[in-house]
């Protein structure tokens, strides 16, 4: 949703799917006596409360993807978990947090990004980043070759697999569907 004065939001769900902070979480942060716990603040427009999208993303740059902490007690050591089980584990849930870029929202987040990452984009994304840059980006001129779309999230996904130390192979991140294309919630 787009708020004239706020600028890009999301709802409290898309939070919790982009951060992995519970609902519970946000809404106890909601809270006028939890409000100062927060890492990001919340606006309340009827009945839905609301976060900036510029916001989550600088958290999430800054504090990557919260994961569970698994505390083990004296009869949890008596059945370790192999490293290769962790390894697994970890290399799905950046899988799982690349999936949730698609594009349906990487030209939001490319927008709110664009001049933080210029060099990193242009670098994986020639030749013709520097050409598509302004008529693609912010003019909605991506209509005009549609698997730009597709060619947005793998751009993405790479920064974000780069930026949060995912190391996930090129082949991985291509093997991650990239969403409707065109996608369907996007205006022309």
Not at 48 to 62: A, F, I, M, N, P
Not at 139 to 154: E, Y
Not at 171 to 184: M, S, T, Y
Request: hydrophobic fraction near 35%; include cysteine; proline fraction near 4%.
């Amino acid at each position: 949703m787009f708020h004239p004065v706020y600028g890009d939001l999301m709802t409290a769900k898309e939070v919790s799917e982009a951060t992995h902070l519970t609902m519970n979480q946000l809404r106890n942060w909601r809270n006028d006596s939890r409000a100062h716990l927060a890492p990001f603040g919340s606006i309340q427009l009827g009945g839905t409360s609301y976060y900036r999208r510029v916001v989550v993303q600088d958290y999430l740059e800054e504090q990557g993807v919260q994961s569970g902490n698994y505390r083990m007690t004296e009869r949890d050591k008596k059945f370790p978990l192999s490293e290769s089980a962790l390894a697994d584990i970890d290399k799905t849930n950046a899988i799982a947090t690349l999936a949730k870029f698609t594009t349906e929202n990487v030209c939001s987040w490319l927008e709110s990004q664009i001049d933080k990452h210029t060099a990193f984009i242009s670098k994986t994304w020639e030749p013709t980043w520097h050409s598509l840059r302004e008529d693609y980006v912010t003019k909605n001129n991506r209509w005009d070759d549609v698997s730009w779309f597709a060619t947005a999230v793998h751009t993405l996904r790479t920064i974000i697999n780069d930026q949060q130390g995912f190391n996930l192979t090129a082949d991985e991140l291509q093997a991650i569907p990239v969403g409707n294309v065109p996608p369907l919630n996007e205006k022309k």
